[in-house]
């Protein structure tokens, strides 16, 4: 279980949430994963502001192979976005639906993955939202017990016929505190090419 607060600044405003996640390992190869946005406050410089409770994920997931070799991880997953969110500007009101592809591989303190998700949006007011390609390239270090430093490049492909695919890349700092083997504070900071900076604060419980 990930309970976390996160506060981000964007060019345009700030934005508070305050996040929880249960993941359930059914069998060494298959996880649920249920995350949920419990509050979140979007305050933009102009415009109408907006707070309450966000979206609701939920991930299944399979590992198809274990690393062998020079060969990675393959996870298959299958995710689904229910509209739980209590205000138009924080959800769109309607279910998203995913499949993921995963691959990852570790070297020593070294972890390296590429996510791959193809999402359908449906249609969202007036306008409806194209089929999405979505990619996270993520490498993570860790640099002794409790300090790590990651870097991601992301990015999706054009969402409406009149938007341009993003790209963009992060990197960040996070800091691990661990109390006990059941739990673990931890404090990470990032920031990323499209000037959008992100403090977050959260607990890992394992049971």
């Known amino acids: 279980m990930d309970t976390?607060?996160?506060f981000g600044t964007e060019p345009d405003?700030?934005?508070?949430l305050?996040?929880?996640?249960?993941?359930?390992?059914?069998?060494?190869?298959?996880?649920l994963l249920a995350e949920g946005t419990l509050f979140e406050a979007q305050r933009p410089d102009v415009g109408e502001?907006?707070?309450?409770?966000?979206?609701?994920?939920?991930?299944?997931s399979w590992l198809a192979a274990g690393a062998r070799g020079a060969l990675p991880s393959v996870v298959l997953g299958a995710k689904v976005k229910l509209p739980t969110a209590t205000h138009d500007e924080i959800g769109s009101g309607k279910a998203d639906y995913s499949a993921l592809l995963i691959l990852g591989r570790e070297s020593g303190e070294l972890e390296l993955s590429v996510e791959t998700e193809f999402a359908t949006f449906g249609q969202v007011g007036d306008e409806r939202l194209k089929e999405q390609f979505l990619y996270t390239i993520n490498a993570e270090y860790g640099l002794n017990d409790y300090f790590s430093v990651y870097g991601e490049l992301f990015g999706n492909s054009a969402p409406t016929a009149s938007?341009?695919?993003?790209?963009?890349a992060r990197i960040g700092l996070e800091v691990d505190i661990p109390v006990s083997e059941r739990v673990a504070p931890y404090v990470s900071l990032e920031i990323d090419t499209e000037s959008v900076g992100t403090v977050r604060a959260g607990v890992?419980?394992?049971w």
């Open 4 to 6: 976390a607060g996160e």
């Open 13 to 16: 405003g700030k934005v508070w």
């Open 18 to 31: 305050f996040e929880s996640g249960v993941q359930y390992q059914a069998s060494n190869r298959l996880q």
């Open 49 to 60: 502001r907006a707070s309450g409770l966000g979206d609701t994920e939920l991930t299944l």
């Open 163 to 168: 938007e341009s695919r993003t790209d963009a």
């Open 204 to 206: 890992e419980w394992t």
